[in-house]
């Protein structure tokens, strides 16, 4: 069965500098990879997803990912953070089980980032 | 253009009661979706549907039912609620062949 990890529960970062929020998954074939982000009492917003091509994918709020097929991660990153960024981020794979031809998400346990001034 | 609406925002249930939680969404979507978030985890896939008039299992259905009489409308019944029901429900939809979801803003729902 398809599943994504996320080691951190949370990650601490000053405003200005880079962030990394880190996903490792593990799949049968070829991953298909999302990250989302939760702001308080709100639904889960899509920020970018890896199918195929480049491994470096771009997403909204100047958010990236980077896909590493041998090391099995999808690390999401930011070359400077802002505190607004500060939220709940998770990574989720396309699992097949379920949701007929479409597929359905299965998510990781969510990593709380803290960005402070 | 409202995207994913969800109600009641907020509910408090004893144990026993049933309820209805009401997903409405405007995009034209055929596929929707019922998750549970429960804390420090993951969400969880309790029911799909891949288009009107067709519903089916997710991962952790049990106390839970759905129907899917239009495009637009996906109601989860909770019958007979149990504290293990406590959770935050989000309703999501998506777009054939587009992959990512659209959620709404949730439903905290206390079972006491």
């Known amino acids: 069965a398809q599943s994504v990890a996320q080691p951190e529960d949370q990650v601490n970062v000053a405003e200005g500098n880079p962030l990394t929020v880190k996903c490792t998954y593990s799949?049968?074939?070829?991953?298909?990879l999302f990250w989302y982000v939760q702001y308080p009492n709100r639904g889960l917003q899509f920020l970018l997803k890896?199918?195929?091509?480049?491994?470096l994918v771009k997403g909204s709020y100047g958010f990236e990912a980077e896909f590493n097929k041998s090391q099995t991660s999808f690390h999401l990153k930011k070359p400077s953070a802002l505190v607004s960024d500060s939220a709940l981020y998770f990574c989720?794979?396309?699992?097949?089980?379920?949701?007929?031809?479409?597929?359905?998400?299965?998510f990781g346990k969510g990593t709380k980032l803290s960005v402070k001034p | 253009n409202a995207g994913v609406t969800q109600t009641p925002k907020f509910r408090i249930l004893k144990i026993g009661q049933s309820m209805t939680l009401q997903c409405t969404q405007d995009?034209?979507?055929?596929?929707m979706y019922w998750y549970r978030q429960d804390p420090g985890m993951g969400l969880k896939l309790i029911y799909y549907?891949?288009?009107?008039?067709?519903?089916d299992k997710g991962e952790v259905p049990n106390g839970y039912n759905v129907s899917r009489s239009t495009t637009e409308d996906f109601p989860l019944r909770l019958e007979l609620a149990a504290p293990s029901q406590t959770s935050v429900y989000f309703c999501?939809?998506?777009?054939?062949?587009?992959?990512?979801?659209?959620f709404g803003p949730g439903t905290r729902l206390t079972v006491t």
């Open positions: 989720a794979v396309r699992d097949w089980n379920y949701g007929g031809s479409q597929g359905n998400l299965i």
């Open positions: 799949v049968s074939g070829n991953p298909y």
């Open positions: 890896y199918i195929t091509g480049d491994n």
């Open positions: 995009m034209n979507h055929n596929y």
């Open positions: 549907s891949v288009g009107a008039g067709i519903t």
């Open positions: 999501a939809t998506q777009r054939q062949d587009v992959l990512e979801q659209y």
